[in-house]
């Protein structure tokens, strides 16, 4: 009976059919699972980073921290596809033209202000490195990785080899790098709340936003109200001459936080009715490339919320800003950040 049913065509076709349909069912694997459902969260707690899913994509093929991706491109240009420094390095990861793009197969320079191919390169450049440097024994594998990327291995190498240690800037480059991956560790404040913090309120809202402010932080207030023609600080206007301009550049500059033992009573009763995140104002302002736009941005954000701010929150802040604002950050915003240090018992 069995030799009858395997001669039959019919029934072999089927039998065909059901071993190959046994083949292709995938195999549930939970780790699997597990890898994509924490991808999502990802991708979703970092929806408001300009190009996410390019980061994501790339970071995922280069087996590379998504956040330790994007927090180099903060630092290296702000997130702008536009930039170019002065050496000419290019676009989002500030990959350097033409050595270092021909080095990762990149041959035609216009291809690197396309931000997914930028973003792409760079990534792969930064797993490069890291792989490089993952059994170096005189300093962290990873700072040198990062410091490689700022400077070049070359120069790196050299410097280790000569004096045994990494040069300050590429120290320092790399400290910021940390700041900002930590930031974007953080629970992040979706972009509809961020949206809400700095829109138009309705001419009764604006009164009562406004007297509430002057109450509680008229030295703030003062600062806004009556500043100055913004000026560049700390050379961060330098790239203003050529545009579009990179804004490669960082703070490496350290708090003191003394004592505040009871805070200011005016502080300590306020509601947070818009509660501050640094995770917030870094999306709010690294959505736009415009100086103007984000110092505007900027500038309403911190009227409105930045009084919720904790002294921890200030820090970052603080530190963040030539970051976040690039060329937009100048005495006037910056003096209004350090009012609020102030009146939080911090020493800018």
Same mark, same amino acid.
């Given at each position: 009976?069995?030799q009858t ?5 019919? $029934?072999m ?14 195999v $549930? ?9 924490l991808?999502?969260e ?14 994501m ?7 590379v *921290? ?6 180099v491109?903060?630092? %290296? ?5 536009d930039?170019v420094? +002065? +050496? ?11 050595l ?6 990149? /041959?035609?320079?216009e291809?690197? $202000? ?11 450049? &930064? ?7 993952a *059994? ?7 700072v040198q ?5 700022h ?6 190498a ?6 045994g ?11 910021a ?17 961020? #949206? %809400? ?10 009164? *009562?936003t406004e ?7 008229? +030295?703030l207030?003062?600062v ?6 913004s000026?560049? &600080?700390?050379?961060?206007g *330098?790239? @203003?001459?050529t ?7 960082f703070?490496?500059? #350290? ?8 805070q200011?009573d005016?502080?300590?009763?306020a509601k ?5 995140? /640094?995770?917030?104002?870094? +999306?709010?302002?690294?959505? #736009? ?9 900027f500038?309403?954000?911190?009227g409105?919320t ?7 929150q ?18 006037e ?13 911090? @020493?800018?």
């Amino acid at each position: 009976m069995i030799q009858t049913l395997l001669r039959a065509p019919t $029934f072999m076709r089927h039998m065909q059919l059901a071993i190959l349909a046994c083949l292709t069912v995938p195999v $549930f694997n939970p780790a699997w699972a597990e890898a994509e459902n924490l991808g999502g969260e990802t991708a979703e707690r970092l929806s408001d980073i300009p190009y996410i899913a390019c980061f994501m994509r790339s970071a995922d093929r280069y087996g590379v *921290d998504v956040e330790l991706a994007i927090a180099v491109a903060i630092v %290296e240009s702000s997130l702008n596809p536009d930039a170019v420094s +002065s +050496s000419d390095a290019v676009g989002v990861m500030q990959i350097k033209w033409p050595l270092t793009a021909e080095h990762l197969g990149i /041959t035609q320079r216009e291809l690197l $202000f396309d931000p997914c191919i930028n973003i792409d390169a760079g990534v792969s450049y &930064l797993k490069e490195l890291i792989d490089e440097n993952a *059994d170096i024994e005189n300093n962290d594998p990873l700072v040198q990785a990062l410091a490689s990327y700022h400077v070049g291995p070359t120069t790196i190498a050299n410097a280790v080899t000569n004096t045994g240690t990494l040069p300050q800037q590429a120290a320092d480059y790399a400290e910021a790098v940390f700041k900002q991956r930590d930031i974007l560790a953080e629970e992040g404040t979706p972009s509809e709340q961020i #949206t %809400e913090q700095i829109a138009e309120p309705s001419a009764n809202e604006a009164v *009562d936003t406004e007297r509430a402010l002057a109450e509680e932080t008229p +030295s703030l207030q003062a600062v806004l109200d009556n500043a100055e023609e913004s000026q560049p &600080l700390n050379g961060l206007g *330098d790239n @203003q001459a050529t545009v579009p301009a990179s804004t490669n550049t960082f703070s490496n500059q #350290t708090l003191d936080i003394t004592d505040t033992g009871q805070q200011n009573d005016d502080l300590a009763q306020a509601k947070p009715e818009h509660p501050c995140s /640094t995770a917030g104002v870094r +999306s709010l302002l690294l959505g #736009t490339h415009n100086p103007d736009e984000r110092g505007e941005k900027f500038r309403g954000w911190l009227g409105k919320t930045g009084v919720n701010c904790t002294e921890l929150q200030l820090l970052k802040l603080r530190n963040s800003l030539p970051l976040w604002l690039g060329t937009a950050l100048n005495s006037e915003l910056l003096g209004a950040v350090e009012v609020l240090m102030e009146e939080k018992g911090l @020493q800018p």
